[in-house]
């Protein structure tokens, strides 16, 4: 019934003015759309949401992750711009350095202005 149907991730912030300057100055993403109730960013052609909530940034959880074709290049421009990497020791996640590697993909968390996770994520098994 919705497999032909978009679909666009929603995310919490307590402060809306401040996550907005977050995913854009800091992330360098595009607001394409602002009313009272949301803002709409754009990252690589995917639209997502920004929404004003006092329950922002209370998910132990990753909320979004950004697909990136050089991961240290990726960190390494979010660093210079303050952003800290999670560090991970989980049974089955084992971040070295804010990275985790597997055979099929790298990725490092980080949290944004509100505390929600977000990830980058470099897949190795493209060509």
């Known amino acids: 019934m919705l497999a032909d149907s978009p679909i666009a991730a929603i995310i919490p912030c307590n402060d809306l003015d401040r996550a907005k300057r977050f995913y854009t100055e800091t992330l360098g993403l595009t607001v394409t759309k602002e009313s009272p109730e949301d803002t709409r960013v754009e990252s690589g052609g995917t639209m997502f949401g920004l929404y004003e909530t006092p329950y922002g940034g209370q998910a132990q959880h990753t909320l979004a992750s950004f697909k990136v074709d050089d991961l240290d290049a990726a960190m390494s421009e979010l660093r210079e711009k303050g952003v800290t990497f999670e560090q ?40």
């Open 88 to 127: 991970y020791d989980l049974p089955g996640l084992k971040t070295v350095e804010g990275v985790v590697e597997t055979d099929d993909m790298r990725g490092s968390w980080f949290k944004d202005s509100e505390g929600n996770i977000l990830c980058l994520m470099e897949d190795k098994t493209k060509d």
